[in-house]
């Protein structure tokens, strides 16, 4: 849930940098930060990788560190989902 809430946040900072530097880019400005997030997400749950080396990895780390790394990917697609969800919002309604 507080994962969640700073995604909020950064939302509101991304409303507030479109209002600042250009009122007409706060889809891009969503958009960019809630794909990168979710991007960071995939990457560190290692969802972009073949299914041999998905394997090595799989016994070359220990349970905790496999915990960590998923509780990281987690609260990193959290974060990205307010901004990526504004941003399709706007796309469809604004």
């Known amino acids: 849930m507080k994962a969640f809430l700073i995604g909020v946040g950064l939302a509101i900072l991304a409303v507030l940098a479109s209002l600042l530097f250009g009122p007409g880019q706060l889809q891009s400005y969503l958009f960019i930060t809630g794909a990168v997030l979710i991007g960071l997400s995939v990457i560190i749950s290692g969802a972009a990788v073949s299914g041999d080396r ?6 070359s780390e220990t349970t905790a560190d496999r915990r960590q790394r998923f509780s990281w990917s987690v609260k990193l697609l959290l974060a990205g989902v307010p901004s990526l969800a504004g941003a399709v919002l706007l796309h469809y309604f604004g």
């Open 54 to 59: 998905m394997r090595a990895n799989h016994y």
